[in-house]
Each structure stands twice: as C-alpha cells, then as structure tokens.
C-alpha cells in the first residue's frame, strides 16, 4: 500500500472510530419478475449524470440473453427531440437470486454500477432504481409520461428510500 493510500485508509479508519454515521442501504422490492422486467422503459426522472447530460427521449431496453444476463441497451437523443441518437450497450446481472431485486450494470469493463430496485408498479408499469449509496436515482415508465399522482406516489416512495428527490431532473420526452 502507497503512502496515499495509506493516508487514506488511516482517515477513513478514523473517520468510522469517531462515530461517522453511514446510512444502511435502502431496501428493494421483495421480487422482480425479470421477464416481465424485460422490454422498453422511458426514462421519466434521474439525479444528476455526467453521461447522460443533454439526453432527450431516454429509453433503456432489457432483453434476456441464453447466458443468463440481460442486454442493456441505453438510447437518447442529443439536446433535442431531433438531436443525433446516443447509445450504449452493456449488460447486468441479478447478484441477489433470492429477489432478483439487486444487479450489477456494466457498460465496458472493468467498470460496473449497482442497479437496486427500489420500487415497481404491481404491472410493472413504472420502476424506481436506484443505487445503495443514493448517488444516482432513475424513475421509469413504460409510457414517455407518467400520470401526476403515479408521479407523485413514486417520489415519496424515494423519500422514503432516503433519496433527495430535490436533486431529481425531468427526463424531457416527447407528447404522448
């Protein structure tokens, strides 16, 4: 170990022996049915990502693959709904089977992201993700808009997961 890395183990030591509070992961759904998952989702709302600055139209389509992962594939439009298209393939798989609740994403290695599902509509017409340490929240729906009370209902059930909903940017999709 370097003598940065060192520095920075002994600070985060003592950072946890002096009480530092962290907060326990937000709980997902009981279960995901990853076929019924699978399909095209409309991005409605997410926190803050560098990589998706500018999207318009975001969707992200999940489709199973024979090897048991499932094919991501992201899609937007650049700063308007006549923007150049966006796009990017990865993968994810379950890491929790007992729920099918938790994945990992990978979009190219060896970099790879927590995809929890925090919350899903009993179609699984919407979907709320998010990851353990609250840096990034997507709300989805199978429809480019969602109506205001489904809206709502889903932003409290993320206050609830202990998101700030305030970080929160409108995902701007075509009239439906």
């Known amino acids: 170990m370097g003598p940065r890395h060192l520095l920075t183990f002994l600070l985060g030591t003592v950072g946890l022996g002096c009480g530092a509070a ?18 095209r989702w409309y991005e409605i ?6 990589i998706q600055n500018g999207c318009h139209a975001t969707t992200a389509t999940y ?3 024979p ?3 499932i094919r991501v594939e992201n899609r ?10 966006r796009r990017a393939v990865g993968k994810a798989w379950v890491v ?9 994403v990978q979009f190219f290695w060896p970099f790879r992201g927590d995809y929890w599902v925090l ?31 489904t809206y709502e209902a889903i932003l409290a059930l993320a206050r609830e997961r202990g998101y700030d909903v305030t970080r929160l940017l409108t995902t701007p999709q075509p009239p439906g």
Request: aromatic share 8%.
């Open 67 to 69: 090897d048991g992962t």
């Open 45 to 50: 709302a997410r926190m803050p990502f560098r």
């Open 63 to 65: 489709t199973a693959q």
């Open 119 to 149: 919350g899903l509509g009993p179609d699984y017409e919407w979907a709320l993700v998010g990851d353990p340490a609250r840096r990034y929240m997507w709300i989805l729906s199978r429809t480019p808009q969602l109506p205001a009370p």
């Open 76 to 85: 937007c439009l650049d700063r308007s709904f006549t923007g150049k298209e």
């Open 96 to 104: 929790d089977t007992t729920t099918n609740a938790r994945l990992k």
């Open 22 to 39: 962290v907060a326990a992961p937000p709980p997902t759904v009981s279960r995901v049915d990853l076929q019924r998952y699978t399909g």
